[in-house]
């Protein structure tokens, strides 16, 4: 995993407050969405539980004594919810799955995986597109991989097949 990089705001206390300033709340959500994303990327974090969150790094600044409550991380990830970058896994939007990239860029990045390896037309798995040593697919969570899959299925540039032992996909 690589080092994440913080960026300025990290360091700056009202950051992990939510600002009440409609304008001032945009560029803080747009900040927080940046930083989200490059740390779940780094740390190819593919889900987050709400519950947990002051134990992530991200979200719980240890050197400046801040972190953001519950609350705020909620609004955040509704923030990148409505980027398309998170969905809420439970009604109760307490576990989400975390997108550094789309859906549907993230499918437009598979199915050029499958084409630079050769896979048109052929059967892999689940593990062999997760475990793309070095690769941006390296470490893909399985239940993201699968609704990126239906993305490409709806496309019709694949089809995902269920194999003895786990699952699969046929590129076209």
């Given at each position: 995993m690589s080092q994440v990089?913080?960026?300025?705001?990290?360091?700056?206390?009202?950051?992990?407050?939510?600002?009440?300033?409609?304008?001032?709340?945009?560029?803080?959500l747009e900040a927080w969405r940046t930083?989200?994303?490059?740390?779940?990327?780094?740390?190819k974090i593919c889900s987050i539980d709400i519950r947990?969150?002051?134990?992530?790094?991200?979200?719980n600044n240890s050197a400046i004594s801040r972190k953001l409550s519950p609350e705020a991380i909620t609004t955040v990830l509704e923030f990148l919810q409505k980027?398309?970058?998170?969905?809420?896994?439970?009604?109760?939007k307490t576990r989400w799955h975390i997108y550094w990239h789309?859906?549907?860029?993230?499918?437009?990045i598979i199915y050029k995986w499958?084409?630079?390896?050769?896979?048109?037309?052929?059967?892999?798995?689940?593990?062999?597109?997760s475990s793309d040593t070095g690769g941006e697919l390296n470490g893909l969570d399985d239940d993201v991989l699968m609704k990126i899959l239906k993305i490409l299925e709806r496309r019709q540039q694949a089809?995902?097949?269920?194999?003895?032992?786990?699952?699969?996909?046929k590129f076209f």
């Open positions: 990089q913080w960026p300025w705001q990290y360091n700056f206390p009202p950051f992990f407050t939510i600002q009440p300033n409609v304008e001032t709340r945009k560029k803080q930083l989200l994303l490059n740390y779940c990327s780094t740390q947990e969150g002051d134990r992530l790094p991200v979200f980027t398309g970058n998170a969905d809420p896994l439970d009604k109760s789309t859906l549907d860029e993230w499918a437009s499958a084409q630079d390896n050769g896979m048109i037309n052929t059967v892999c798995t689940f593990y062999e597109i089809e995902i097949l269920t194999l003895e032992g786990g699952s699969g996909v």
